[in-house]
């Protein structure tokens, strides 16, 4: 189970942290996703990273402001997103998978999405 949390409403230029949590246990070998979905469109991959390595991934709509990071001992990921734009509003949504990073076919299990709007 994911549990995602940290959406808001905020002003374009402002900052907001995400937080996945995650019941089940998460492995070395798991990829933990974000992805986001904004209305009439589909879900899109926004970062991922790598559980054991922690290599991290991005789109290159959110790289350089969007930060993907993990706390094992609390088997949370998290998604600071700074220099928000109202493009980034959507449904936030983690993930937790084995094989691809950027296809969310590819991952397993899903949080329940949490909503960022962000106003110009």
């Known amino acids: 189970q994911l549990q995602a949390s940290g959406g808001g409403l905020v002003q374009a230029g402002d900052s907001l942290r995400l937080s996945c949590a995650a019941s089940?246990?998460?492995?070395?070998?798991?990829?933990m996703g974000w992805f986001r979905q904004a209305p009439g469109k589909e879900r899109e991959f926004v970062s991922a990273?790598?559980?054991?390595?922690?290599?991290?991934y991005y789109s290159d709509s959110v790289k350089g402001r969007f930060t993907i990071s993990r706390a094992k001992s609390e088997n949370t990921v998290y998604l600071q997103m700074t220099t928000l734009k109202p493009e980034d509003t959507a449904v936030y949504y983690c993930?937790?998978?084995?094989?691809?990073?950027?296809?969310?076919?590819?991952?397993?299990?899903w949080g329940q999405g949490t909503l960022v709007t962000v106003s110009s």
């Open positions: 990273i790598r559980w054991g390595a922690g290599t991290t």
């Open positions: 089940g246990r998460i492995f070395s070998s798991h990829i």
């Open positions: 993930a937790k998978g084995f094989s691809t990073l950027y296809d969310p076919r590819g991952y397993n299990d």
